[in-house]
């Protein structure tokens, strides 16, 4: 298996702009999260989903900042717009709740976004 | 409420030492517990888990972790520290309705020559 796939690796784009990061789980996957690392906030769960439903999305900072997942194999994330502040490295990750399944979470390489 | 605590943001050892990273947790129900760790530039990766069967489990990379409930602990350690076990390591707990993980704040270690 792949792995969990994230795009862009990087992105960099002017304040007031709309940045849309993608992640496609892990085939089989029940659930997806959304992460945002910092230097000074570290690792903050965004949204999850289950099934394809937001489960979870209190850790969502503003509603500048959206996710969708359509279908069992893609989902975004949308800031709309963009500030400064929202730069930061964005994780995906997945895991299987169901039989044999211990919530481990795999991780995707991540998505760093720079805003100017 | 689910958390975790990780005590020391910033540990550093000698080549060949023994690592040592600790993490407490607090959970109202039987905890699933685990580490992952965090190269530069990287995903999170996982290095051991505490799924209630073994209180020491074996991870990858030499590393090991022992499931205390009575000092409600899950430290991390590997008797012998190398250049490449330099990393940000992070405890986790699962939270109460199963389905997801609760990180603590990570802990970097750094390995001198």
């Known amino acids: 298996d792949a792995g969990v796939i994230q795009s862009p690796r990087h992105e960099v784009t002017e304040m007031g702009q709309e940045v849309t990061l993608r992640c496609k789980p892990i085939?089989?996957?029940?659930?997806l999260f959304w992460y945002r690392q910092t230097m000074m906030r570290g690792l903050e769960l965004l949204i999850y989903?289950?099934?394809?439903?937001?489960?979870?999305d209190s850790g969502m900072p503003e509603d500048r900042f959206s996710a969708k997942m359509p279908n069992a194999s893609f989902s975004t994330l949308k800031i709309q717009p963009s500030e400064p502040r929202d730069s930061a490295v964005y994780f995906c990750?997945?895991?299987?709740?169901?039989?044999?399944?211990?919530?481990?979470?795999?991780f995707g390489p991540g998505t760093r976004l720079t805003v100017l | 409420a689910q958390s975790v605590t990780q005590l020391g943001s910033h540990v550093s050892v000698s080549e060949g030492a023994l690592v040592l990273l600790r993490c407490n947790y607090s959970?109202?129900?039987?905890?699933?517990l685990f580490w992952y760790v965090q190269y530069p530039n990287q995903g999170l990766q996982l290095l051991l888990k505490?799924?209630?069967?073994?209180?020491l489990v074996k991870g990858i990379n030499g590393f090991e972790a022992e499931f205390k409930k009575s000092e409600t602990s899950f430290h991390l350690t590997k008797p012998s520290a190398h250049m490449s076990d330099a990393a940000e390591y992070f405890c986790?707990?699962?939270?109460?309705?199963?389905?997801?993980?609760?990180f603590g704040k990570g802990t970097t270690l750094s390995v001198s020559s």
């Open positions: 990750a997945s895991s299987f709740s169901g039989t044999g399944g211990s919530n481990e979470q795999f």
């Open positions: 085939s089989g996957h029940d659930y």
């Open positions: 989903f289950n099934n394809n439903v937001p489960i979870d």
């Open positions: 959970s109202s129900v039987p905890p699933y």
């Open positions: 505490y799924t209630s069967a073994a209180t």
């Open positions: 986790a707990v699962i939270n109460q309705a199963g389905t997801a993980l609760i």
